[in-house]
């Protein structure tokens, strides 16, 4: 058994071999915690059981086809082609959970807040385990207690916490990437960062997940270039050539040491806009508002993560509340044209070039 945490809080997962304890904690190591014992004054969320194959759950897949179900979706994300779906039941009082696209089977006890989690293959199934430890239960209570998720990379510069906010094309992963490159500085993650307020500071927290990459940003660095995969140069910034990368490739390429810790305080935050000119300006609170609110990830419509769960749920108030903190942290718009301006951007921000 062992506990699977972020801020304080944490899901008992109760494993067998027959999950790939390896695959998840190479997934989410330095981002969250591992301890065989629930620390103390720490909260409990919910409890994960590991129930290995499929044959091994008390309903199958032809039990779930023909009794009433409805058609979920398990995953939004912007890019339609990566959306995988499921179909609910509701038996013997708990959501039988059938993921049509990844093949996992889930048993959903809500008023124990038990969740068994059966799956044929032992790599696959810790990869789902890890989706429903980090997503459906940890972030979703922690936006239920008033935490937001954004749409962000998160960048630890000299133990100084920068976000990166800004929608699909605005320069996140080039950000990201420059970071890696800067002396006790990284890039913590490129896709959702979960931010808190903690004794009237605030704080984020990475949720790491692999990076959808053009091939022309990973070219762009002499360390990921064994990266790109095989697509001519004239392709490289055309959408359809993204494809995913692990960030344990981006950690081993850059030999990224990130520090443990309990989350960053965030002191600036960037809105970056690829551009024809290098420019920055500072935002009033009212423009980081403007900027910010549409990036926010918690209470969106429809749900860029999907709550199929649906234990916990954020209030607008809270959600509201904490944006308003966060506008009073310093804030820039940046037009950036190439690598050398976002070196320049980091350092103008802490005194100091690579």
């Not at 027959?18 to 998840?24: C, F, G, K, N, V």
């Not at 969250?32 to 969320?45: K, S, Y």
């Not at 490289?236 to 030999?255: C, D, N, P, Q, S």
């Not at 108030?317 to 301006?341: G, S």
């Amino acid at each position: 058994m062992i506990y699977i945490g972020i801020a304080g809080c944490y899901v008992r997962v109760e494993h067998s071999q027959i999950i790939d304890l390896a695959t998840l904690k190479r997934d989410l190591r330095w981002f969250f915690d591992f301890q065989v014992m629930l620390p103390i004054g720490a909260t409990e969320v919910a409890s994960v059981v590991c129930g290995g194959p499929k044959k091994n759950a008390p309903y199958n897949e032809d039990q779930l086809r023909q009794a009433q179900y409805r058609d979920i979706v398990m995953r939004y994300p912007a890019d339609p082609k990566n959306r995988t779906f499921g179909r609910l039941a509701h038996r013997d009082g708990v959501d039988v959970i059938f993921d049509t696209t990844k093949g996992s089977l889930l048993l959903c006890d809500e008023r124990s807040r038990v969740i068994r989690l059966f799956h044929d293959d032992p790599i696959a199934g810790a990869k789902e385990l890890r989706r429903v430890v980090r997503d459906q239960l940890l972030m979703f209570y922690h936006e239920s207690e008033g935490a937001i998720v954004a749409h962000s990379s998160l960048l630890d510069l000299d133990n100084k916490g920068v976000l990166v906010v800004g929608a699909r094309g605005s320069g996140k992963s080039t950000f990201f990437m420059v970071a890696q490159r800067i002396k006790n500085s990284c890039g913590l993650c490129n896709e959702k960062s979960m931010l808190l307020q903690i004794d009237q500071r605030n704080v984020a927290y990475a949720l790491p997940e692999k990076i959808n990459f053009f091939p022309g940003t990973l070219a762009s660095f002499p360390e990921t270039r064994h990266l790109v995969p095989g697509v001519e140069e004239e392709k490289y910034w055309r959408r359809e050539h993204k494809f995913f990368v692990h960030h344990t490739l981006i950690e081993k390429a850059f030999g990224t040491k990130y520090r443990r810790g309990n989350g960053i305080e965030i002191e600036h935050i960037l809105f970056p806009k690829y551009s024809s000119i290098f420019n920055v300006s500072s935002l009033s609170p009212i423009e980081v508002w403007t900027r910010l609110a549409p990036e926010v990830l918690t209470g969106s419509d429809p749900a860029a993560h999907a709550n199929w769960l649906s234990w916990f749920h954020s209030r607008q108030i809270d959600r509201q509340q904490l944006l308003k903190n966060l506008t009073t942290i310093p804030a820039d718009y940046v037009e950036w044209r190439d690598v050398n301006d976002i070196e320049n951007v980091f350092g103008r921000l802490f005194g100091r070039r690579n």
